[in-house]
């Protein structure tokens, strides 16, 4: 059961195309650490060359999670950087895995803290089901069913000329299957 | 209870966190819901003003309930003892005791006998004052980027600073240098087995320093006016002026944990000068004690401190 799911080519693939059904002339792109901000530098990459003028921010939600009373902090805590400002601005919120939605409530909660978005829009790399909110991303760029007690990690890496070298994978959940995305 | 309880990892796992707590404090809603449904006690039986405002600042905006117990305000005042008082406030269950006490141990005597509730250590007499030391460490850090090798110079009256105690207590952990300054009088007995190094000429201990750690003179805790001839003398043989800042270069940091008496430890123009760090300390103490109460109160992180006791003198208003 463990093992790559989705390897660089398809992702690089799905990647141009999420960037292509995002393009406009300015794009505000919020990448929720660690792997949503990677996703979305690589989105960045991608509307630029499209011709569209791209403004990053990123999110760590470590401090409104719904379950710091159960699970300890993160042992990395990366902060959040907005450097912009979110009042009336058409925000896309960028993450790599989408599972059960809490880590999108607890960045919608964080988000609104800064201001208020004209609108907000959900990009993802990978949807693997299981949602326990009613949330759903407006770009989906690959998608599987896991069951609930596996984790899905994706992992970058660069290769000796420096380029971006993507993988999905999945395995066993350490953890007994509890109700929720892999950690920000 | 106080910086000696803190490992080096301890440290940089708290200085980490507080640095991520700087963006809260800095946007236009200044809130997060981390604390939700915790209850935080402040019981301050020694006057402060920018301590116990800098915890309740921190712990309202991770959205905890605060409350304020003042000494005058406080049964102590019909004659409740030190632990009446600590076992009645435990009993209505709060999360978490802000302690601030006059006597140096008094934090870890109710730690020892309020064993469910987790206490921080907000300044004991003259023994530790860990939050302002943590708040300290973090501004050096962001200014100068590490502690290895780094001289501090602490000048003024050692024998009284709890923050002087917690941060000889610091530097062994963190690998800094500490040169103490004072005069005879205001330093305590074998103050040289913590292994800084003691000068009783300001002058003398200026070149190479990287910070330049002033301390207030604590006028309510000196016992008799012998320690010092007078304030002007004081001032010309200990204070921080121009001329003293110049010699010092650039480079080096001037630090101040509040209330600074200026024209007496330090004079306005340095206190106002462009390397002053007074008011980056004031803003991240916010940041620091917001990190630990997460930490402290959030189940399951790895016990860590007991308590945080804050050393410091400098701090009532």
Redesign the interface.
């Known amino acids: 059961m463990n093992g790559i799911i989705f390897e660089n080519k398809q992702i690089r693939k799905s990647l141009k195309k999420m960037a292509q059904s995002m393009t406009d002339t300015s794009v505000y792109l919020v990448g929720i650490q660690r792997g949503g901000s990677q996703v979305a530098n690589a989105l960045q990459k991608r509307l630029k060359k499209e011709g569209c003028n791209v403004v990053r921010g990123n999110l760590d939600i470590s401090f409104y999670r719904d379950d710091l009373d159960r699970s300890p902090l993160h042992p990395v805590v990366h902060g959040s950087d907005l450097p912009f400002d979110i009042n009336d601005r058409h925000i896309w919120l960028v993450d790599d895995v989408i599972f059960s939605g809490r880590t999108i409530r607890a960045a919608l909660g964080e988000l609104f803290d800064y201001g208020r978005p004209a609108s907000v829009s959900l990009a993802v790399l990978v949807d693997r089901g299981g949602r326990q909110l009613p949330i759903q991303p407006n770009v989906i760029g690959l998608s599987f069913s896991a069951p609930a007690d596996h984790v899905v990690d994706l992992t970058m890496c660069k290769n000796a000329a420096g380029k971006a070298v993507w993988s999905i994978s999945r395995r066993l959940s350490e953890r007994k299957a509890c109700s929720e995305e892999h950690l920000p | 209870m106080g910086i000696a309880d803190l490992s080096s990892d301890d440290i940089m ?1 708290l200085l ?2 507080g ?6 404090n800095r ?3 200044k ?4 604390l939700r449904g915790k209850t935080i006690i402040n019981l301050f039986f020694e006057n402060s003003t920018r301590t116990r405002t800098s915890f309740e600042i921190a712990g309202k905006r ?1 959205s905890a309930d605060v409350i304020n117990i003042s000494a005058s305000t406080s049964a102590t005042k019909k004659g409740e003892s030190l632990l009446d008082t600590g076992q009645t406030l435990a009993a209505m269950q709060p999360h978490l005791l802000v302690v601030r006490h006059g006597l140096a141990g008094s934090c870890a005597f109710l730690a020892e006998y309020l064993q469910n509730t987790a206490i921080i250590n907000a300044g004991d007499g003259s023994h530790e004052h860990p939050t302002q030391i943590l708040t300290d460490l973090l501004t050096i850090q962001q200014s100068l980027g590490s502690f290895e090798g780094k001289i501090m110079t602490l000048v003024g009256d050692i024998a009284h600073s709890r923050v002087a105690r917690s941060h000889l207590l610091a530097a062994k952990i963190m690998g800094y240098h500490i040169r103490l300054v004072a005069p005879k009088t205001l330093l305590p007995l074998h103050v040289a087995r913590y292994g800084c190094s003691v000068y009783h000429d300001f002058d003398a201990a200026i070149p190479g320093s990287d910070i330049i750690y002033m301390l207030r003179v604590q006028n309510e805790r000196l016992t008799s006016a012998c320690c010092f001839p007078s304030i002007r003398e004081y001032h010309e043989a200990y204070g921080l002026h121009r001329a003293r800042q110049r010699m010092a270069g650039d480079h080096c940091l001037i630090m101040h944990p509040g209330p600074m008496n200026r024209g007496v430890e330090i004079s306005s123009d340095v206190a106002d000068s462009l390397n002053s760090r007074v008011l980056h300390q004031v803003e991240n103490g916010v940041s620091i004690r917001m990190a630990l109460l ?2 402290l109160i ?5 016990p860590m401190l007991a308590h945080n006791n804050e050393d410091e003198d400098d701090d009532e208003d």
């Open positions: 796992w980490q966190l640095e991520s707590m700087l963006d809260i946007r236009s809603i809130k997060a819901p981390t991770l997460t930490h959030n189940a399951n992180n790895p």
